[in-house]
C-alpha cells in the first residue's frame, strides 16, 4: 500500500504505540471485574482509578470529579440532559451556539420537542460567539450553557473564560465540549470557569469508544442510564479496563508533552499553509482568525476549485475532509461554515487539513505538492 500522509487527526487520531502498549495487558491478562473484591478484580479497579487521576490531572481537576464514558458523543449527551433534568427548579432554557458539534445540537432539538427553549448564539465569520450575546441571552429561568471550547471543523476557540464568569455571575451552569482541544491547547477547568466538560479520547490518540465527563462537585446531576453502582452510580455498567486505561495513558502523556506537541502541530500547520500559498495560482482563502484558532487545524478554501473534486483528485494519498457533504445532485454546505456566513462558492471549496504529533514535514512537503498540483490543474481548467 502507497504510504498515507495523514491530515485528518480532527476526525480521529491512532491510537499512540505506548498507550497501546498500556492497554495490551488489561485486554489479556487482567480480565477481572473491577468491582470483584479479590486480587484480579482490585487490581482493575486500581487501573481505573490511576487512569482517572491521570485524566483529573491533565484538566486540573480531582478524580471524583471524572466519570468515564464512551466518547465524546456521550459525555455532551451527559452533560446537557444530566444538568437540566437535575436542575428543573431554575428553568427551561438552554443557551448554545450555532457552530456546536452535532453531539450537542441534537441533544438540544431533543430537548426542544421535550419543552425546553434554546437559544441559539450567532457567530461572526470566523465561528467565534460575542460576550455581548451570552450576557443578553442569559435569562433567570436559564439552567445550562453549552458552548464548545474549539470548533471540530474550522478550529475557532471560544471565549470560554469569559462565558464561564457570566454563567458564575448568575449562576447558570456552563458545559464546554472540549473533544477537540484536549491534548492540543491547555484545558484547565478551573481557569476555563466550567461546571461540566467533554473529553474524546479518539482525538488524543486513545482508541475511539472512551471518554470522560468532568462534573464539578457540588454540580447537581441526573443520570443518563440506570444499573449498579459503577462511576459513582453516574455511569453504571462493568467498566471497559483496557480502554479507561488507555485514556489514562493518552492523558498523561498529552499533559508531559502538551506544549511540545502545541508547538509542532502549530509548525506543521504554518508549513502547510505557507506551502499552499506559495504553489497555488489561485487564492487561498483561510476560514478562521488563525491567531485564535487550534495549532493544528486549517480550514482553507481554493478559489474556483470545489472541494470534492479536489479529494478526488488528490486521491487516496493525502487524508483530509471536505467542508461540504455531497449527496445526488446537490452540495449541502456545513451547519458551521452556513454559520459564518461563509458565501457558498467558498463553502464548496472548504477542505479541513489537520496535523497531528505524528504529522512530519516530508508530509507535508508532499500533501503540499499533491494538493498544489491539484489545485492549479482544477482551477486552471474553470
Ligand atoms: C467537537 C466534537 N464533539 C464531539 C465529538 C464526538 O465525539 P465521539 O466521536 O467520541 O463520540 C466530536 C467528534 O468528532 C467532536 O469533534
Known amino acids: 500500500m502507497k504510504h498515507l500522509i495523514y491530515l485528518d487527526y480532527n476526525a480521529t487520531t491512532p491510537i499512540a504505540p505506548e498507550v497501546a502498549d498500556e492497554m495490551l495487558p488489561y485486554i489479556q491478562a487482567h480480565f477481572g471485574n473491577p468491582s470483584s473484591g479479590y486480587a484480579i478484580g482490585r487490581h482493575n479497579k486500581e487501573a481505573i482509578e490511576k487512569a482517572r487521576m491521570q485524566v483529573a490531572n491533565l484538566i486540573g481537576a480531582t478524580p471524583e470529579e471524572i466519570i468515564f464514558t464512551s466518547g465524546g458523543t ?30 450537542v445540537t441534537e441533544v438540544c432539538y431533543y430537548l426542544e420537542k421535550q419543552g425546553y427553549e434554546i437559544t441559539w448564539l450567532p457567530v461572526d465569520s470566523f465561528g467565534k460567539v460575542n460576550l455581548a450575546d451570552v450576557k443578553k441571552a442569559v435569562r433567570p429561568d436559564t439552567a445550562l450553557i453549552s458552548i464548545m471550547h474549539a470548533n471540530n471543523e474550522v ?91 488507555a485514556l489514562g495513558k493518552a492523558c498523561e502523556l498529552a499533559k508531559e508533552n502538551l506544549e511540545k506537541n502545541n508547538r509542532h502541530l502549530f509548525q506543521m500547520r504554518q508549513l502547510l499553509l505557507e506551502g499552499l500559498k506559495e504553489k497555488c495560482q489561485t487564492t487561498v ?86 494538493i498544489s498540483t491539484a489545485v492549479n490543474q482544477l482551477s486552471l481548467s474553470k
Open 285 to 370: 482563502k483561510v476560514n478562521a482568525d488563525l491567531d485564535n484558532c487550534l495549532p493544528n487545524t486549517l480550514s482553507i478554501a481554493f478559489d474556483g476549485v470545489d472541494a470534492h473534486t479536489l479529494a478526488s483528485f488528490v486521491g487516496s494519498g493525502v487524508s483530509f475532509s471536505t467542508g461540504s457533504a455531497c449527496h445526488a445532485d446537490s452540495v449541502e454546505i456545513s451547519p458551521v461554515l452556513n454559520a459564518m456566513n461563509t458565501d457558498r462558492k467558498t463553502a464548496a471549496g472548504t477542505v479541513r487539513i489537520s496535523t497531528g504529533k505524528y504529522t512530519t514535514e516530508k508530509e507535508i512537503d508532499h500533501a503540499v505538492e499533491a
Open 74 to 103: 456521550e459525555s455532551n449527551n451527559h452533560a446537557i440532559r444530566g444538568a437540566v433534568f437535575a436542575n428543573q427548579q431554575k428553568g427551561t432554557h438552554i443557551i448554545t451556539s450555532a457552530v456546536e458539534h452535532p453531539a
Open 155 to 245: 478550529g475557532t476557540i471560544q471565549p470560554i473564560k469569559e462565558i464561564g464568569e457570566i454563567a458564575k455571575t448568575h449562576g447558570v451552569l456552563f458545559h464546554t465540549d472540549a473533544a477537540q482541544s484536549v491534548g492540543k491547547i491547555e484545558t484547565n477547568v478551573n481557569k476555563l470557569n466550567v461546571d461540566l466538560l467533554s473529553i474524546a479520547g479518539h482525538k488524543l490518540y486513545a482508541p475511539k469508544g472512551i471518554g470522560s465527563l468532568y462534573i464539578r462537585k457540588g454540580v447537581k446531576f441526573e443520570n443518563l442510564i440506570f444499573g449498579a453502582g459503577q462511576e459513582r452510580g453516574l455511569r453504571p455498567g462493568t467498566e471497559n479496563v483496557p480502554y479507561v486505561v
